[in-house]
């Protein structure tokens, strides 16, 4: 990793003006889409996987575009942590609150209770509600992967 | 303890691949899953979650428990790798 960083340097590849530009353009539209993937799951091929892949992913172009601190400047470490933990703690929050309002583990139609909106539509929404967690996990763990990786985990510069 | 590490490998392998035998054909009409619990899911699922992208509706709801772990899964990856690789400036 060292030594392919140093050649990088020599042949001053490191410091392109159009792709610096591209991404600076392109991450806001990929983090919209991002959303609208995870947000349009219902109705489209999509979901959290694949809007959380997609949003990390823009993250992850930033840092390679730029350098690992533009990277943080936007998405620090702990608020990374904070929302990967957070997204997981949804999936089973949402689960567990199914089953002591008293329905089943996940299922939906028991939160009924709490806010009547029908529970067919309390299907409809909790499946959304478990998608977001999903997508903030997904990205918040994508990040870290390479963050970690492309730093061998010290976190200052990157590839 | 290599070719012990091998040896067993090869013979779960090999159990895997026979019990492989008495799956059903591939598209299979007539198994189980096909008989009754897809059509199942065909029918009822927009009706039963308002959900027109029955994939969605098979994930996110009656297969909840399933992606459930698949998310812990990730997040577990996730962790090992933090802990295995992640280190402070100090040290």
């Known amino acids: ?159 | 303890m290599k070719t012990l590490a091998l040896l067993a490998t090869l013979c779960t392998g090999a159990l895997l691949l026979y019990g492989t035998k008495d799956f059903p054909a591939w598209g299979d009409p007539q198994s189980p899953a096909n008989s009754y619990l897809s059509p199942k899911y065909i029918e009822h699922a927009v009706q039963e979650t308002h959900v027109p992208n029955l994939v969605t509706a098979v994930l996110g709801d009656y297969r909840g428990y399933d992606t459930m772990f698949e998310t812990v899964v990730i997040y577990c990856a996730g962790m090992a790798v933090v802990s295995v690789l992640r280190r402070n400036r100090s040290q």
């Not at chain 1, 999509?46 to 993250?59: N, P, R, T």
């Not at chain 1, 400047?73 to 608020?79: G, L, W």
Request: hydrophobic share 50%; proline share 3%.
């Open chain 1, 1 to 159: 990793m060292k030594q392919l960083q140093e050649k990088a340097k020599q042949r001053q590849l490191g410091d392109s003006l159009i792709i610096k530009t591209a991404v600076r353009l392109m991450v806001p539209f990929i983090q919209l889409f991002g959303l609208y993937v995870i947000v349009h799951g219902h109705y489209s091929p999509g979901g959290g996987f694949q809007g959380g892949v997609i949003l990390g992913a823009s993250f992850i172009l930033l840092a390679l575009a730029f350098d690992m601190k533009t990277s943080f400047k936007h998405m620090s470490e702990k608020v990374n942590a904070i929302l990967g933990n957070l997204g997981a703690a949804i999936f089973i929050g949402v689960g567990l609150i199914c089953a002591l309002v008293g329905g089943l583990f996940l299922d939906y139609s028991a939160l009924n209770i709490i806010i009547p909106l029908g529970p067919v539509e309390w299907r409809s929404f909790g499946i959304f509600l478990v998608e977001v967690g999903v997508g903030l996990a997904v990205m918040s763990i994508m990040v870290l992967l390479y963050w970690n990786i492309s730093s061998s985990g010290k976190m200052d510069e990157g590839l």
